[in-house]
C-alpha cells in the first residue's frame, strides 16, 4: 500500500521561505503522476505543482509561478517543494499526491484532483503578514 507523508510545514512571515518534503512508501515514482496541492480554509483543494507525466518538466499554478519549485530526489523515494516569497495567502494545508501507476488520464501534466489516487495527510503552512 503506498503512503506519502508530507513534513516540513510550518509558520513564517511573509517574504520567507519553507521546503516541505513528500516521502512515498510502498511505491515508488515509476510510472505515476506526482504532485502538490493546497487547500486554504473555506476553498476547494487547488494545483500548486506537478511533473509531466511523460516528459518530467514541470507545471505550476500561475499563483506560484516563478516562487515555487517542485523536484525530487529518486534515490530518496522524495518529492519535495520548495517555496520562495511566501505570501500570508499561499496560506494553506499542503498535500502531496500520486496517482496510480500507468494511469493515463490523456494529459502530460496532472492538475486535477480526480486524476491523483494517493493522498498525504497534509502538512499546515502559515504565512504572516
Known amino acids: 500500500q503506498v503512503q506519502l507523508v508530507e513534513s516540513g510545514g510550518g509558520l513564517v512571515q511573509a517574504g520567507g521561505s519553507l521546503r516541505l518534503s513528500c516521502a512515498i512508501s510502498g511505491g515508488t515514482f515509476s510510472n505515476r503522476a506526482m504532485g502538490w496541492f493546497r487547500q486554504a480554509p473555506g476553498k476547494e483543494r487547488e494545483f500548486a505543482a506537478t511533473?509531466?507525466?511523460?516528459?518530467?518538466?514541470?507545471a505550476y499554478a500561475d499563483s506560484v509561478k516563478g516562487r515555487f519549485t517542485i523536484s525530487r530526489d529518486n534515490a530518496r523515494n522524495t518529492v519535495y517543494l520548495q517555496m520562495n516569497s511566501l505570501k500570508p495567502e499561499d496560506t494553506a494545508v499542503y498535500y502531496c499526491a500520486a496517482s496510480r501507476p500507468r494511469y493515463n488520464s490523456g494529459r502530460n501534466y496532472y492538475t486535477r484532483t480526480m486524476e491523483y489516487y494517493y493522498w498525504g495527510q497534509g502538512t499546515q503552512v502559515t504565512v504572516s503578514s
Open positions: 511533473f509531466g507525466i511523460s516528459d518530467g518538466n514541470t
